[in-house]
């Protein structure tokens, strides 16, 4: 797909270092059209990689989107969930963490299955769960994964680990996925201190909460250990987004965006450009948050936006029709 969008500068705040990390040699950021890569540094990147910027390819619905033949998953992040159900349902309805997407999708004809895993489990518990649910729900057909935040790291890992025989994967999608860890996870652990930690888990086990997750987000533990050993399976087609946003002053990104952006680069406030890109990458969402890709931007806040007289940017039903439509294309 060719995209040629008008260049713009992108400015984001810089502040000083809280922590220092290994520095990482951050690739050339274009600004409307793809700039091509001297050298994929990982043997995961495929070659002709590029950083296509996407400023508002998705602000609004085309008439007409393509239907893959084969279901989609949606995956969720960490401590996601398919619905959410704070009080009782005949009062008020569940938050969702697709907001509107699996509808939208179902809407054009796409078999959609919204798989549920451990919110804060290990990868691998994650995974085998992932596997289980996609088993039980697709019932023995083919299927095209699309996972957000950390869910595509569970993908991976039963994709090429756990390999199992009743799901047949042709695709996978990552959006905003920390293949390579987060400075955020890293940071958060220093501040912590490796004493506080234990305290910390024992409490969130006594809520209830699982504690697998949060050291496996950690840059170290991704470059290190999960990488090395999850390779990607020939035959399966691995595609990948990420984002930048500028926080303001309200947003709850700003301090982790801040933190990632003197560390990493650009970030989406939680996930950083770098860190999201795997397999074919297929841009870089401009002004949008690790939240808006699932649909949960504040809707008064585009209201606000626009009575401001700027122009709403991005619409995450039109993003994920776009994959679909993409995803027909390319026969799956």
Not at 21 to 45: M, N, Q, Y
Not at 290 to 298: A, K, V, Y
């Amino acid at each position: 797909m060719s995209l040629r969008l008008p260049a713009r500068k992108l400015c984001l705040p810089s502040s000083r270092p809280l922590l220092t990390l290994p520095s990482t040699r951050l690739a050339p950021f274009s600004h409307g059209t793809v700039k091509r890569e001297e050298k994929a540094e990982d043997p995961r990147l495929k070659d002709e990689v590029g950083d296509l910027v996407i400023e508002d390819q998705y602000a609004i619905l085309r008439e007409k989107y393509d239907t893959p033949k084969n279901p989609i998953i949606l995956a969720h992040g960490l401590m996601g969930f398919e619905e959410l159900n704070i009080i009782p349902k005949a009062v008020l309805p569940g938050i969702q963490y697709w907001r509107g997407i699996r509808e939208a999708l179902a809407a054009k004809g796409i078999e959609v299955i919204t798989a549920t895993v451990p919110a804060s489990g290990s990868i691998e518990a994650r995974a085998q769960k992932l596997s289980e649910d996609i088993h039980k729900k697709a019932k023995g057909k083919s299927v095209n994964i699309i996972a957000h935040s950390m869910s595509g790291l569970d993908s991976r890992y039963m994709i090429s680990q756990l390999k199992p025989a009743n799901v047949k994967v042709l695709s996978l999608t990552t959006i905003a996925t920390p293949h390579r860890g987060s400075s955020f996870a890293d940071v958060m652990f220093s501040w912590i201190g490796p004493t506080n930690i234990p305290k910390l888990y024992t409490m969130l086990e006594f809520f209830g909460f699982e504690t697998g997750a949060f050291s496996q987000l950690t840059q170290s533990y991704m470059s290190q250990t999960f990488n090395p050993k999850t390779p990607d399976r020939e035959g399966i087609s691995y595609y990948s987004y990420g984002a930048t946003v500028n926080p303001r002053f309200w947003s709850m990104f700003r301090q982790s965006h801040r933190i990632i952006q003197k560390l990493e680069g650009e970030n989406d406030g939680l996930v950083s450009v770098e860190s999201a890109k795997w397999g074919t990458y297929k841009g870089t969402l401009k002004d949008v948050s690790h939240l808006d890709m699932i649909n949960w931007t504040n809707r008064l806040r585009w209201f606000l936006w626009e009575l401001t007289g700027n122009k709403r940017n991005f619409n995450a039903i039109a993003f994920y029709l776009d994959i679909a439509d993409m995803l027909a294309k390319e026969g799956h």
